[in-house]
């Protein structure tokens, strides 16, 4: 999220409920129905104006009902991480560095 999706969605957040805090103390009296009508009416103003500022590029994001975008994220954290003791034994027995997926050497200082 940048810096203007952060504003933005802050200054409409505020708008919002501020404005259904007046609706709601209109239509209903004190209490926790209130709080429901403020808090779904603010809803029904920021979620089309965070994904409108996912439109414009503001922010990324994804939404996954069923649980597969935590469910791909939880099988990637669960690959194990590329080994780099193979790499530091070849460089400490004087043979050339395997190189990175790049095609770059293993270091960008290095002169070899």
């Known amino acids: ?11 409409v957040t505020l708008v919002a409920v501020v404005g259904a805090a007046l609706i709601a103390e ?3 009296g004190p209490g926790f ?3 429901i009508i403020i808090a779904v009416l603010a809803g029904l103003v ?4 965070a994904r409108w500022a996912e439109y414009r590029g503001w922010m990324k994001g994804a939404w996954s009902p069923g649980g597969e975008l ?8 669960e690959q194990p991480a590329p ?5 530091r034994k070849q460089t400490a027995t004087g043979e050339e560095p395997s190189l ?3 095609g770059d050497r293993t270091s960008p200082g290095d002169p070899r």
Not at 1 to 11: C, E, Q
Not at 70 to 77: F, G, N, P, V
Request: proline share 3%; hydrophobic share 50%; aromatic share 10%.
């Open 70 to 77: 935590r469910k791909q994220q939880e099988a990637r954290r």
């Open 33 to 35: 129905e209130r709080g």
């Open 26 to 28: 209109m239509l209903v």
């Open 83 to 87: 080994d780099a003791t193979e790499e």
């Open 1 to 11: 999220m940048t810096l203007k999706a952060f504003l933005f969605l802050f200054v």
């Open 100 to 102: 990175s997926a790049t």
């Open 46 to 49: 920021v979620f089309p104006a």
